[in-house]
């Protein structure tokens, strides 16, 4: 939690991003989820939206933050690399990271989400950079995505039906049968259809999840 | 659409939050509370997997009935080939995952203070998650009042109202007219106006063979598995089955046993009217009825968080979207709305990509069925749920998808309640 008060610090230095009303395309394809604004907001604090980073994943929160301490900034002080000069590296360029996620929101984001806008900065351009790099919450979509076919072949592929069970299934063997429906190769009722909505490499996180199951 | 600061810093106002990263920053004991009203396809199956998922989240799941019956196959009951036994499932297996169930009718939420209130108590909680189903908009078909509602059913909530449409079904006269009236998409259930057409022939055809059933659809076409049900319709059912396109039932009377359209009156011996609908009652108690009509609910498809108020997630036939209303959908939107809520109480980003897939069968005989299966993939640049090429209908009406259909059945009951 020591890294969230550094983050806060770095925030409220770097407040003036919050307040450009520019809105540009995103700088890279990443989306960083965030959350609808809180509407319940305690007296005298403020919720602003912050990218934290922990174990080198990125997301987004509201954070709230007294209201005095952001009211005191000046507001649409353009160069956000001159104002955000304390806080540590890695906090800045976690704080303008949420300026460019903020930025990568879709259409339907909070308009307050918009409201945060992407800051052409050598500090964002360092969090585009890092952002980059991540591959997004891969084990959270693995457990997600195997959990669509739990519907027909019971929970963690374990069937008690006439549909095949996928618990401890091998991990080629499932890999090699789902590319088979998607191309036709394996004649289905109706698996060539659900084959086809997933990636190849979508195949193989699955085939984790299933390897896995002590059938 | 940019706002300035000041109107940003308007936008915020007094209160507490609780949930979320700030939540578990505050101190380790703290567990944070899930209440899920709803124990249908999307309600239990979410409840069932953020515990799955994260033992140290309370769940409280609520519902008014105690136990679950099964609107799939229930239009098989109608055709006298299941009982009302065999698609009921009890919640004992929800309570071996650590829910706490509550049977219950909820009769209020205070969203502010985020706690659901039921008859005989309160629930606190830091999200909450609401799947409650449909209601059904009566007044928009003349005459269809409470009295009449006695008599003319729409069992598209399986319960008692599907076993009084079966025996309404079974004491006609053989001879005798069912009128099926439908409404315009969207509804839940979009093939299963069709399957109870093809089960209440199958039935019609086995039992009282002189007897026929005219189908009145809102809609212009056949709006799921045209091609299927039209082929059922003019191979197994061609004396017993007639289809009227573009015939919204606009009146019923009971006592007359007649419905009209704005092209004809016909008088029938029963007549089962799907009225149209929106989204659960619940859903406007949370004030997240919200669409333009004020009639489905929009909600994020990364966590199914309302779009109009926090903490509050919506899942089910009452969300607005693409989606086929089906209980395999709900059963996925639980798991991804869990996944979510999961990261979330945790701190963590909650997968940004979701998926989520539908399989709907339908019966068209006693021993025939068909399908259609879709996958849909979160869009983030368009912020909505995509189609994915790939899916469609079954090749044919077949007896091997009669199988699946009932494995499939076993499958999602299983994997819902178990
Ligand atoms: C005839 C028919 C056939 C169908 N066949 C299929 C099929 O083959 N495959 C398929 O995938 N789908 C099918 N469906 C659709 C499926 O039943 C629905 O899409 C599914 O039930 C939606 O799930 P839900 O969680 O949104 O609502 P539900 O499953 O309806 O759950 C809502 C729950 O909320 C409870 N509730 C509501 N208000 C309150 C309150 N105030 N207090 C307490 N509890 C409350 C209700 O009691 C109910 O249990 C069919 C539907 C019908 C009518």
């Not at chain 2, 239990?44 to 953020?50: E, F, L």
């Not at chain 2, 001879?175 to 259930?189: E, H, N, S, T």
């Not at chain 2, 093809?198 to 059933?213: E, F, Q, T, V």
Request: contains cysteine; proline residues 7%; positive net charge.
């Amino acid at each position: 939690m020591k890294r969230i008060s550094a983050l806060l610090a770095a925030l409220v230095l770097a407040s003036p991003i919050l307040s450009n009303g520019a809105t540009t395309e995103p700088p890279m394809g990443k989306l960083l989820y965030l959350p609808p604004q809180p509407v319940n907001v305690p007296a005298n604090m403020v919720a602003v939206p912050v990218a934290i980073w922990s174990n080198g994943q990125v997301f987004m929160q509201w954070m709230f933050v007294p209201a005095q301490a952001l009211a005191n900034m000046p507001a649409l002080a353009p160069p956000v690399a001159a104002a955000v000069t304390a806080p540590a590296s890695a906090a800045t360029t976690a704080v303008s990271t949420a300026t460019s996620a903020a930025a990568a929101m879709p259409a339907a984001a909070t308009a307050a989400a918009t409201a945060v806008t992407s800051a052409p900065s050598a500090a964002a351009t360092a969090a585009v950079n890092m952002a980059g790099k991540l591959t997004g919450s891969t084990a959270t979509h693995a457990r997600s995505m195997a959990a669509t076919c739990y519907s027909c072949h019971g929970t963690d592929g374990k069937s008690h039906s006439a549909i095949p069970p996928l618990a401890g299934m091998d991990k080629s063997y499932f890999i090699e049968q789902m590319k088979d429906f998607k191309s036709g190769k394996r004649e289905a009722t109706v698996m060539h259809q659900h084959a086809k909505g997933y990636t190849d490499e979508e195949f193989a996180q699955m085939a984790d999840v299933f390897a896995a199951v002590k059938p | 659409m940019s706002m300035q600061r000041r109107d940003f810093l308007k936008a915020s106002s007094a209160g507490l939050i609780a949930a979320g990263l700030p939540l578990r920053a505050h101190g380790a004991a703290v567990k944070a509370k899930v209440v899920i009203v709803g124990a249908g396809f999307g309600g239990a199956t979410a409840a069932k997997y953020i515990r799955k998922w994260d033992s140290n989240i309370e769940v409280t799941l609520i519902d008014r009935e105690a136990k679950f019956v099964s609107c799939p196959l229930s239009n098989l009951v109608l055709a006298g080939l299941k009982t009302l036994d065999d698609i009921s499932r009890t919640y004992d297996g929800l309570k071996s995952h650590g829910v706490n169930v509550v049977v219950d009718e909820v009769t209020a939420i205070d969203t502010d203070k985020r706690v659901v209130k039921t008859a005989k108590g309160s629930f606190p909680y830091d999200r909450l998650i609401v799947s409650p189903g449909i209601d059904f908009l009566f007044d928009q078909i003349e005459g269809y009042d409470a009295k009449a509602q006695e008599t003319i059913l729409h069992a598209w909530k399986a319960g008692p109202q599907t076993l009084k449409l079966r025996q309404q079904i079974e004491s006609m006269p053989d001879g005798g007219l069912i009128v099926v009236g439908m409404p315009l998409a969207p509804y839940r259930c979009p093939p299963g106006p069709y399957e109870r057409v093809c089960l209440m022939a199958n039935y019609l055809k086995r039992a009282k063979p002189k007897s026929k059933i005219i189908m009145l659809d809102a809609n212009p076409d056949v709006a799921s598995k045209k091609p299927l049900f039209m082929k059922a319709w003019n191979t197994l059912y061609k004396d017993w089955v007639e289809y009227r396109p573009n015939s919204k039932v606009l009146k019923v009377s009971a006592d007359k046993m007649t419905v009209s359209t704005e092209f004809e009156d016909l008088k029938a011996n029963v007549i089962n009217i799907i009225p149209p609908q929106r989204a659960g009652h619940v859903a406007e108690l949370a004030g997240v009825r919200t669409d333009s009509n004020g009639v489905w609910c929009p909600a994020s498809f990364v966590t199914y968080e309302s779009k109009s108020k926090p903490f509050v997630h919506v899942i089910g036939d009452s969300l607005l979207s693409n989606f086929p209303k089906s209980g395999h959908m709900a059963n996925n939107m639980g798991k991804v709305c869990a996944n979510a809520i999961v990261e979330l109480l945790n701190g963590r980003e909650p997968n940004p990509v979701p998926i989520v897939a539908n399989t709907c069968y339908s019966a068209v005989s006693e021993d025939k069925a068909i399908h259609v299966a879709t996958v849909f993939r979160y869009d983030p640049v368009k912020d909505q749920m995509t189609a994915q090429p790939g899916g469609g209908i079954s090749a044919d009406l077949s007896e091997v998808e009669a199988v699946y259909a009932e494995a499939w059945a076993e499958g999602i009951w299983g994997d819902v309640f178990s």
